[in-house]
């Protein structure tokens, strides 16, 4: 047990490692949320995990939700189906996976948590303004990560469209074709059993493009995400001391470091710009190389 506690110790503590936390954070709590479950179920008092479930589920009334704004995160962290789970962290996995690579750890969890509260909001207002919605409004919850990792997807696709993964029996397919079957399979179940749900994860799409598109103009739409994020996390992280040693070559080392920052920052930006213009698999071999290097920056 303290192996495993020890794990995902170091799992957390990791910098730039927000996939496998996003990943972990949506198992742990699958788990706790299982075996509580079965515990109270097995004790015949199932109202427990009932009362735990919905201080995490995201509720359509807007009254219900004033009273419990935390939700609108803490209900794309939580599941109750294993194949809603499964397939939700593979996607997530297979395409955060891109996003890590080429725009690092910082970009991805952007791009998740944007999603996850632009499908949340979008969820609310759908069921607070179409009358389809509204014989359903005061009992209606939704819980899944599927906001966030559209956002993902549709993201990876922008960025790199003309990538390809080798799926069983279609063999190499480009990933925009992935996103864009993603996205109508979604859509045309809009007015289903799940329609709010589906409806949110258009608006996840959506704002996965806007966020990449944004991105390449030098507009990052998750500046404050990352803010926030860097706030909590250093009201627990100790900051070392710092030593100050001053060289009388200082200067001319500044005029050459700031130098060679410019020049490049002006290479990825032109790799950057290829991309959007012809797609990821125009890059040179050396192209790849230097936007991965830049990515662990």
Same mark, same amino acid.
């Given at each position: 047990?303290?192996?495993?506690?020890?794990?995902? @110790?170091?799992?957390?503590?990791?910098?730039?490692?927000?996939?496998?936390?996003?990943?972990?954070?949506?198992?742990?709590?699958?788990?706790?949320?299982?075996?509580?479950?079965?515990? !109270?179920?097995?004790?015949?008092?199932?109202?427990?995990?009932?009362?735990?479930?919905?201080?995490?589920?995201?509720?359509?009334?807007?009254?219900?939700?004033?009273?419990?704004?935390?939700?609108?995160?803490?209900?794309?962290?939580?599941?109750?189906?294993?194949?809603?789970?499964?397939?939700?962290?593979?996607?997530?996995?297979? !395409?955060?996976?891109?996003?890590?690579?080429?725009?690092?750890?910082?970009?991805?969890?952007?791009?998740?948590?944007?999603?996850?509260?632009?499908?949340?909001?979008?969820?609310?207002?759908?069921?607070?303004?179409?009358?389809?919605?509204?014989?359903?409004?005061?009992?209606?919850?939704?819980?899944?990560?599927?906001? +966030?990792?559209?956002?993902?997807?549709?993201?990876?696709?922008?960025?790199?469209?003309?990538?390809?993964?080798?799926?069983?029996?279609? +063999?190499?397919?480009?990933?925009?074709?992935?996103?864009?079957?993603?996205?109508?399979?979604?859509?045309?179940?809009?007015?289903?059993?799940?329609?709010?749900?589906?409806?949110?994860?258009?608006?996840?799409?959506?704002? +996965?493009?806007?966020?990449?598109?944004?991105?390449? @103009?030098?507009?990052?739409?998750?500046?404050?995400?990352?803010?926030?994020?860097?706030?909590?996390?250093?009201?627990?992280?100790?900051?070392?001391?710092?030593?100050?040693?001053?060289?009388?070559?200082?200067?001319?080392?500044?005029?050459?470091?700031?130098?060679?920052?410019?020049?490049?920052?002006?290479?990825?930006?032109?790799?950057?710009?290829?991309?959007?213009?012809?797609?990821?698999?125009?890059?040179?071999?050396?192209?790849?190389?230097?936007?991965?290097?830049?990515?662990?920056?």
């Amino acid at each position: 047990m303290n192996s495993i506690l020890n794990d995902l @110790r170091n799992a957390f503590s990791k910098p730039n490692n927000g996939l496998l936390k996003i990943i972990l954070i949506n198992v742990i709590v699958f788990l706790i949320l299982l075996f509580t479950n079965i515990i !109270f179920t097995l004790a015949k008092a199932p109202y427990v995990y009932q009362t735990l479930l919905d201080q995490l589920l995201l509720p359509a009334a807007i009254g219900e939700f004033i009273q419990k704004p935390w939700t609108l995160i803490t209900y794309f962290f939580t599941h109750e189906g294993f194949f809603h789970i499964l397939f939700n962290m593979l996607f997530l996995y297979w !395409f955060g996976s891109l996003i890590m690579e080429f725009l690092g750890s910082e970009k991805l969890v952007n791009l998740f948590i944007l999603g996850g509260v632009i499908g949340g909001l979008f969820y609310i207002t759908l069921y607070n303004t179409l009358p389809y919605f509204a014989d359903h409004l005061a009992t209606s919850r939704m819980l899944g990560a599927s906001g +966030g990792v559209f956002a993902v997807v549709v993201g990876a696709a922008t960025f790199m469209p003309n990538y390809t993964i080798s799926l069983i029996l279609l +063999g190499p397919v480009r990933i925009k074709y992935i996103a864009l079957f993603y996205v109508l399979f979604s859509f045309a179940r809009a007015t289903g059993a799940n329609a709010g749900g589906e409806m949110a994860h258009i608006a996840g799409a959506a704002i +996965g493009f806007i966020y990449i598109k944004q991105l390449q @103009r030098g507009n990052d739409l998750g500046k404050p995400i990352t803010n926030v994020l860097n706030f909590f996390k250093n009201l627990f992280v100790r900051k070392p001391k710092v030593k100050v040693a001053y060289k009388s070559n200082y200067k001319a080392n500044g005029k050459r470091h700031s130098k060679n920052f410019r020049n490049q920052q002006e290479e990825i930006d032109a790799i950057l710009d290829k991309i959007s213009d012809s797609g990821y698999d125009s890059l040179t071999k050396e192209e790849k190389q230097k936007l991965f290097d830049a990515s662990k920056n």
